[in-house]
């Protein structure tokens, strides 16, 4: 077995773990004001034992304004009325402990929310003790504050726009990757740093299980030797440039990670996870940061597969190619074969419904798609990521209106473009494509007008399609989306070859079926999925596949012969 699957001699507990993200506001509302919150949760843990998942990581439920749906954070050590409090979370720890389920809290410290008391001391004066726990910069050299083009850097941001934001009284501007509301914390100053250690401490003593890391390939910004940040190659058709080179995976990101590695879980269980969100990661600094002898993060979500669709930017739509997601999933698979780990994942709170994007939802495939997608990914090499509702096959949302959207990063985006020339239908179109509140409607419980999600008026409406789509309706059908995830999810707690099998990809330049083996110890396993609408001669494509044992489809087995459309099958071989 390779050194990545090893601590301390032992097989990582992560290795067979399957984890389930929590977006709080919208999961299960116990006090009828709309918002999903922690009371809600604890009335559905039940759900997530029948389930079988092992860990579940909670997006952020601490103070904060909500600019971002509480990705802009006020106060770490505390929860938000808005979600509950700290008793509540106490419960969780114990509920979930007691069921034999991980907690993992959503970190979100590249930046805090402008309300955050360490940013209003920053703001308060430039001779501030905390001034330099953020980056305020003068404006451009010769320039005048306020003047456009007069930010220190022509980076743009996340959710569009420049990165600086004016603050008038001092004449200097603030760094935000995303929105204003967001600023960035000067990780370069040691105070910063040691905050964050005590603060992530504290969770842990709480009992909590480890941390989903925010965009934490951001936090090292590259401040050349002269302290200076510098101009981003410049964006087609905009005045603002790309400076992702100056802060993804910047020149001290080892070793601030290094460091909060030795800082907070030296001497600690080996039974919490870690975890980084890195857009912009490539495979070959992934292996460093999952590198257990590095001691840094135990794995990190990249984002090639999720870009595959995008053009020019998430909102230029492309069809996506299979044989891309092949090669990038293959190369992936590869390069953290021998050293590190991958997460796996089709969905979260930021990306579209993976029925939608990369399935087929309409009713006929709807479940075939969403059953086959999962088995394609849970039988990966890495740890499965099911984001809530993906259980059940929820689909996007058929928004036809701007007023139905909630997201910042929509908002802006439509004010930008729109502003910019752009046609508002081709805007609204790419939104409901592609925006994050796809992701973000209330979980389908059952029938009922809110779904069972709440007694109030949910904060985003409800998909329509919870009539059929929904929790209940799928509990005890053995053929539901549901139930087939509940297979996937036991199939990697006891077979080893699903959680520690080598992986090697076949068919690689066929468009519509994804093949490949695992193996362990003489032990292969052969996994074929059908991705499309056309039924396949299985005996064509995989001379081996008809005569193999059965370990798992998603179909009624009674067609040996044929790989039927959206089918997916788990072979003995
Ligand atoms: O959502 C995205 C696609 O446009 C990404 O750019 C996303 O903003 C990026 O993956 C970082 O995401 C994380 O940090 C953001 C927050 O809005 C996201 O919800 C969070 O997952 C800022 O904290």
Redesign the pocket.
Known sequence: MAADQQEGGQVAWWTRAVVYQVYPRSFMDSDGDGVGDLGGLLLRLDHLADLGVDVVWL?PVYPSPQA??G??ISDYQDIDPLFGSLEQLDELISAMHARGMKLVMDL?V??TSDQHPWFLEARSSTDSAKRDWYWWRPPRAGMAAGEPGAEPTNWQS??SGPVWELDEPSGEYYLH???RR?PDLNWENPDVRQAVYAMMRWWLDRGVDGFRM??INMISKDVGPDGHLHDGPPLPGSSLGDGSASYLSGPRIHEFLQEMHREVFTGRSDALLTVG?M?GVTVEQARLFTDPARGEVDMVFQ?EHVGLDHGTS?WDVHPLRLRDLKASFGRWQAGLAEVGWNSLYWD????PRAVSRFGDDSPEFRRDSATCLATLLHLHRGTPYVYQGEEIGMANFPFTALEEFRD??SLNHHVQAVSAGDDPAHVLAALRT?G?DNARTPVQWDATPNAGFTTGTPWIAVNPDHAEWNVAAQRDDEQSVLAHHRRLIALRHTDDVVALGDFHMLLPGHDEVYAFTRSLDGDTLLVVCNLSRTPYRLAELLPEAPGAELVLGNLPDDDPAQLRPWEARVLRV
């Open positions: 997006s971002d749906n990705y802009d979100v590249n930046h996340f959710f990757l995303f929105d967001q925010d965009v969100e857009p984002f998430k979260n709170h930021d990306q910042i990063e592609m994050r």
